[in-house]
């Protein structure tokens, strides 16, 4: 999830929305991990997101429904908003989670 998160940041950048949805690779690039963010928190185990109640699980998981079943009425503006104002929340929360499971404080 922190892969795909860091990879819609690098490949959004300093982009501003209209730049993003002019730029067709950046964005199936942008669709395609957001896809994975979503599907990969989806897969999350029932018992992480319990002990973890505090990180938004359910968001990338709706975000990836929209884009898989509404491809062609995606709004890139939305995404983009994500990518520039909610990620650097979720991958600091999805940090402290791997350190938790890492340390073995999360079992």
Known sequence: MIDAVERIRQVVGDLDAESLR???????????????????????????????????WAQPTCLRNRIV??????????LHDVATHDLAELVDQLSAVLEAAESGSDV
Do not use: C, I
């Open 22 to 56: 002019d730029d067709d690779l950046r964005t199936e690039s942008v669709l395609w991990n957001f896809t994975v963010l979503g599907e990969a928190a989806a897969q999350m185990p029932g018992d992480v997101k319990e002990r973890h109640p505090d990180v938004g």
């Open 69 to 78: 079943h509404g491809y062609w009425s995606v709004d890139v503006r939305l």
